[in-house]
């Protein structure tokens, strides 16, 4: 079974049930496309590509995952930054308690 849209003639789109879709090519997996608060696209590699309006963005989604996916997690990103600011957080909260703490061992 197919979907109706523009999507590319070898790509072939298969109903699981009832708001989930999965897509093949060549008969290679592609990915997933699945109805909740919107459509959640998921890839090949079982990575969330991206959650969109309609099933045809998260169909085109799954279809070329390079042009919809966000930026890795890497140095400068928001992610990063999150994730630094969360361990100076807890180390300066360890470092404050420290002394009742020791307190606390003896």
């Known amino acids: 079974m197919t979907s109706a849209g523009s999507h590319p003639e070898d790509i072939r789109w298969r109903a699981l049930r009832r708001g989930m879709?999965?897509?093949?090519r060549d008969d290679r997996h592609l990915g997933?496309?699945?109805q909740g608060r919107g459509w959640l696209a998921v890839g090949a590699d079982s990575e969330p590509i991206g959650r969109f309006r309609t099933l045809l963005e998260a169909q085109?989604?799954?279809a070329s995952p390079a042009s919809h996916?966000?930026?890795a997690a890497g140095p400068g990103t928001a992610?990063?930054?999150m994730s630094g600011i969360a361990t100076?957080?807890?180390a300066a909260?360890?470092?404050m308690?420290?002394?009742v703490l020791v307190e606390l061992i003896r």
Do not use: N
Request: proline share 8%; aromatic share 12%.
């Open 69 to 71: 996916r966000g930026p």
């Open 88 to 90: 100076t957080a807890f």
């Open 60 to 62: 085109a989604a799954v």
């Open 32 to 34: 997933t496309v699945e």
């Open 97 to 99: 308690a420290w002394p």
């Open 93 to 95: 909260g360890i470092a």
């Open 21 to 24: 879709w999965a897509a093949r």
């Open 79 to 81: 992610a990063a930054l």
